[in-house]
């Protein structure tokens, strides 16, 4: 089994859009890929809230559905990952803050997966929740193509 966190600041906008997201293409094109995949925040302000609704919106509008609450990341969760697939870089500075520093090997940005390696800027700021998802598409593809490559592409 290979275990996928994905990574954002409140877990209702981009993680879970990411989980999501992953998730569909998986499922159609790695059928063979064992994988667990979830989506966690680095803070704790959003607990237990549903996907924010201009975030589902434009999940329902590329095909896309699924249940969510909001959890916080945790250390051992970081220690039990094999991959953790933050959206930008302040993410990764919280993430290995919470790590102490340790098991800097598996946390990537999302994008650094693509041929354009970048962050995918919040939508809760920048309201541009369809320039997120192209952003998140284009990063779980290419870590996709990472795995298929990497676990073998049957
Ligand atoms: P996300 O977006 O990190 O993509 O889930 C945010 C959601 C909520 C907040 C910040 C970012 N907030 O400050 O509550």
């Not at 089994?1 to 990574?7: A, D, Y």
């Not at 499922?27 to 989506?39: G, K, N, V």
């Amino acid at each position: 089994m290979i275990s996928v966190v994905f990574v954002c600041l409140g877990n209702i906008c981009r993680s879970p859009m990411a989980e999501l997201i992953f998730s569909k293409l998986a499922a159609e094109r790695a059928p063979q890929l064992a994988l667990d995949i979830t989506s966690r925040g680095t803070s704790d302000e959003e607990e237990d809230n549903p996907i924010y609704p201009p975030a589902a919106k434009v999940l329902r509008e590329h095909g896309i559905t699924g249940a969510h609450r909001a959890r916080q990341l945790t250390k051992r969760e970081v220690v039990n990952a094999d991959y953790v697939l933050v959206m930008d870089s302040s993410n990764l500075f919280d993430v290995l803050r919470l790590t102490g520093g340790m098991f800097s090997d598996k946390v990537f940005k999302l994008c650094s997966f693509t041929s354009r390696p970048r962050d995918v800027a919040d939508p809760w700021y920048t309201r541009d929740f369809e320039g997120a998802y192209r952003d998140i598409l284009d990063g779980c593809e290419g870590f996709l193509r990472y795995l298929l490559n990497r676990y073998g592409n049957k």
